[in-house]
């Protein structure tokens, strides 16, 4: 069974079929693009696999379990991270704090043994900063641990968001458009981020309009149109399919 799979999801909104039988699987240890149009269904999806919502029918699995039904933090728990088209950062908590309150799920303490700040609570938020510290190193973003999250330029604040989802320890991470409204030269950085967490041994599913970056970066690539998978394969197989040039580019190539 593949690392993730989504067997035959049906959504609906309002008698609007936003997912239709939607078949898809990703396999342990690759980056996987999905592209579409807008309105293709690709939020959607990943509001399902992520647990935010609940299909109509069909099933989900992560690593083997059936995920269709959980709530989000027990997702999480599993091992899946996500970002967010808009930005979820906090602006008035510092760099470091956003990377920590991506580790809440694996914390163990409670409410008495914080408010008593008991020895093995310190000793705790002690090596939660260090860690919080070693993914800002490993983002780039450690010169600015103590700066306030608002204070980042917008492409450094996508960057910090990729990194509360790290904090999480995710086996998986949902990237949901993490190009947009990015220069040139962050988009650049960012195929970099991606391609190093890769690296580390994170799986990775995103969701993205910059066709130059999905081309650039993913292994395999599934093509969303109009809530129907209409092509899946590798970058040079799907931007040849004449199915996603018609639906996706409207007669243009595949090439940036």
Known sequence: MSFLSVEEIIKNYDGVRALNQVSLHVRKGIIKG????????????????????RPASGKI????TDITSMEPYEISLLGVGRTFQTLQIWGNMTVVENIMAGMHTRLKEGFLSCGLWLPWVKRTEKEALKEAK?????????????????????????ILEMGRALAMKPELIL???????????EVRRLAERICQIRKEGVTILVVEHHMGLVMEIA????????????????????RRNPQVIEAYLKGARVDA
């Open 175 to 185: 990237l949901d458009e993490p190009a947009a409204g990015l220069t040139a030269t």
């Open 61 to 64: 699995y992560f690593k083997g």
């Open 219 to 238: 292994d395999e690539i599934a093509v969303l149109n109009n809530g129907e998978l209409i092509a899946e394969g590798t970058p040079d197989v799907v």
């Open 34 to 53: 999905l592209i579409g149009p807008n309105g293709a269904g690709k939020t959607t999806l990943f509001h399902l696999i992520s647990g935010m919502e």
């Open 134 to 158: 070693e993914i800002l190193e490993f983002l780039g973003l450690l010169g600015r641990w103590k700066w306030l999250a608002s204070q980042l330029s917008f492409g450094q604040q996508k």
